[in-house]
């Protein structure tokens, strides 16, 4: 379970956003923060419409001061990183690796195109080549402090690794008093794409006939999934959709009010790997519910 929460913040209000759900979690699991800082150099002067930190003494004072604003009664701890970097991605990867945090917690802008998403934000990019996992909060409605008031979406596919994400969930659903809804989907003739999408418009009725054939397949992997998690005594509905994967997953999850959505990426191979199963950065983009994101190892 997380016991050991990390925050980096680079001094803007943008970024103070991911702090509610971080409180949120700290307080239910009666876990511990570390907000970071790191000193970048040759900074931009402003950062989201904010004033840059670019020295330690006001770095510190910043994380100080918020810890003091936005996180009463919980332990917080502040670290400033005083040698300036041009890489701060791999500076917040080096103190993860050093700190040992159980999560990262991100503020992401979420940007409408999946690429730029991926490659323009701090956040994706430590998903993409981290190894811990990683919670992006988005600004916005629903108010970040409302952090798992509701059911936890759990997204699965054919791929018996992306199960993997499970038992986290199922840590998160008991203490907070929610339910999971395990959730598939199998596209429609039109919404399959590459090789898949010239099958199907060479042969559209054996296309079809597949695809039933996969839905009933999910069906029947959904029950076998519940029937586990039920056994750890939580409440597990199911539903399998049609269509697009990333718009059907954030669809039911706005539908249903979920508190968050939980994913099995695969980070730690790092970026390529992660954006070439790119349902992830899709649903993470393309909603306002936080996302946690799983990194999944595979041999």
């Known amino acids: 379970m997380y016991r050991r929460l990390l925050v980096p913040l680079d001094g803007s209000h943008l970024a103070e956003a ?48 918020t810890a003091r604003r936005l996180l009463p009664g919980v332990s917080v701890q502040t670290h400033v990183h005083t040698a300036a970097v041009t890489d701060v991605v791999g500076s917040l990867l080096d103190h993860s690796r050093e700190m040992e945090p159980d999560l990262i917690v991100l503020c992401t802008h979420g940007r409408t195109g999946p690429r730029e998403f991926l490659y323009g934000s701090i956040a994706q990019q430590v998903v993409a080549h981290g190894e811990v996992p990683v919670l992006l909060v988005r600004p916005g409605p629903p108010p970040p402090e409302d ?25 998160l659903a008991r203490p907070f008093g929610v339910s999971i809804w395990l959730v598939m989907v199998v596209p429609t003739t039109s919404t399959l794409v590459g090789a898949e999408a010239a099958t199907a418009r060479l042969l559209p009725a054996a296309t079809r006939a597949v695809l039933d054939i996969d839905q009933e397949s999910a069906e029947a992997y959904l029950r076998e999934r519940a029937a586990e998690l039920r056994s750890s005594d939580v409440d597990v509905d199911i539903e399998v959709l049609r269509g697009d994967p990333p718009a059907e997953i954030v669809r039911m999850a706005e539908r249903i009010s979920a508190g968050l959505i939980v994913m099995g990426v695969h980070g730690a191979l790092g970026t390529r790997a992660f954006w070439d199963r790119s349902v992830p950065p899709k649903v993470s983009g393309h909603t306002s519910i936080p996302v946690l994101l799983i990194p999944i190892r595979e041999r």
């Open 147 to 171: 952090l798992l008031s509701g059911p936890i979406v759990a997204p699965l596919d054919a791929e018996p690794p992306h199960a993997r994400a499970l038992p986290t969930a199922v840590e």
């Open 18 to 65: 991911a702090l509610p759900a971080a409180r949120r979690l700290a307080e239910k699991l009666g876990a511990s923060l570390t907000l970071l800082h790191v000193i970048e150099r040759d900074a931009p002067e402003r950062i989201h419409h904010d004033r840059h930190l670019t020295s330690a003494e006001e770095a510190t004072a910043y994380l100080e001061d």
